[in-house]
């Protein structure tokens, strides 16, 4: 019996674990905010980033992509996933589009915008 309760303990831990996906907890520009034409996006996720394995798209307004620089991991943060813009933004509404992979096989993505003003 109290092996059995054990057993089940260690089973409910791994599936806690497993369904760990990475969520998106803050951003630059924040979603939602107006700001000065940004150098870089800076998204912070719940979980370690497989970088390799992640896609962050850029849509200026009208829906164009815009090319942004490779995306890659904070210095010490595997958490923090950095897309340098190479281009000036222009004035506009811009959609940031994110598909992040997670050391455990998951993926999870998102979306939000931000506008960038005159
Ligand atoms: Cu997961």
């Known amino acids: 019996m109290r092996k059995a309760l054990i057993l089940t303990a260690a089973v409910s ?3 806690v674990q497993a369904e760990a996906h990475a969520r998106l ?3 630059t520009p924040r979603a ?6 940004p150098a870089a996006l800076r998204l912070r996720f719940s979980e370690a980033i497989v970088v390799g ?3 962050v798209a850029l849509a ?13 991991l904070g210095s010490k943060d595997k958490r923090l996933v950095v897309v340098p813009i ?15 992979h ?13 506008t960038v003003k005159r």
């Open 60 to 72: 200026g307004p009208g829906g164009a992509p815009v090319a942004t620089g490779r995306v890659a």
């Open 25 to 27: 907890l803050t951003a």
């Open 86 to 100: 190479t281009a000036r933004l222009a004035p506009g509404v811009y959609r940031v589009t994110w598909k992040m």
């Open 32 to 37: 939602g905010s107006t700001v000065a034409a």
């Open 53 to 55: 394995a992640s896609r």
């Open 13 to 15: 831990l791994v599936a």
């Open 102 to 114: 997670t050391p455990d096989d998951h993926n999870t993505d998102g979306a939000f915008a931000f």
